[in-house]
């Protein structure tokens, strides 16, 4: 079965770096998504990726967050200049929209410290 | 602002009973919903989902109930079982433009105990 990819599955960074965070969505979807969970709290949404612009972001996707399908396969988010609340679980998610229905998928995460 | 929550935040059953886990949402516009299981350090799973349009749907083992007039869901668990223990999220999939974003509520813990 099909499946959301996502590496690394940990990373670790000094508050002020970059990190890049890698998506592999299902082959054949056509929409993609990041929703990022702090521990303990619930999932959020950040932004949504389709025809190779965002749709949509929510109020965490500020300026130092940015998404790029740079290939046919991959979707990555960018954080330019991390800080210590952006620690968190992210999550790809990738959905094909048909029947008036999104089922979005999500992949199994990367978990994202930020020292 | 809108927002979708749980009742409970968690739940405890004997393996072999029926579970039952309820969400409440505010957005009478949504018009998708969907549960998720997600289980420890893992991403959240699809288990089930409800259009508007419809009051119940089953999968195997497992029955969305959708009532509008109260904004209310349930996922009901038949013959719960050892690997049904996780996190379950109600999430409700909101029209923005072309975007359709999810929102996912606070989550419930199920335990199922031997």
């Known amino acids: 079965e099909p499946e959301v990819t996502q590496t690394p599955s940990h990373q670790v960074t000094q508050m002020g770096q970059e990190v890049i965070l890698r998506c592999v969505p299902i082959s054949n979807h056509l929409y993609f998504y990041w929703y990022r969970q702090i521990l303990g709290q619930k999932v959020e949404f950040l932004v949504s990726f389709y025809n190779n612009e965002i749709s949509e972001k929510s109020e965490i996707f500020d300026d130092q967050f940015s998404v790029e399908r740079p290939d046919g396969s991959n979707f990555t988010l960018k954080i330019r200049s991390t800080k210590l609340e952006d620690s968190a679980m992210y999550f790809c998610?990738?959905?094909?929209?048909?029947?008036?229905?999104?089922?979005?998928?999500f992949g199994p995460g990367t978990r994202l410290t930020v020292l | 602002g809108e927002s979708v929550g749980l009742h409970l935040p968690t739940l405890s059953v004997q393996e072999g009973d029926n579970s039952i886990i309820n969400c409440a949402y505010s957005?009478?516009?949504?018009?998708?919903f969907i549960w998720y299981k997600q289980e420890s350090g893992k991403g959240p799973q699809f288990i089930i989902d409800?259009?508007?349009?419809?009051d119940k749907r089953q999968g195997q083992r497992v029955t969305v109930l959708l009532n509008k007039t109260v904004k209310h869901l349930s996922l009901q668990i038949a013959a719960t079982q050892p690997g049904d223990s996780a996190v379950y999220f109600c999430?409700?999939?909101?029209?923005?433009?072309?975007?359709?974003?999810?929102?996912f509520g606070s989550g419930t813990q199920l335990t199922v105990l031997p």
């Open positions: 998610a990738s959905s094909l929209w048909e029947g008036g229905t999104d089922t979005q998928y």
């Open positions: 957005n009478s516009a949504s018009d998708y």
């Open positions: 409800i259009r508007s349009n419809m």
């Open positions: 999430a409700e999939n909101t029209i923005s433009g072309s975007a359709r974003q999810l929102t």
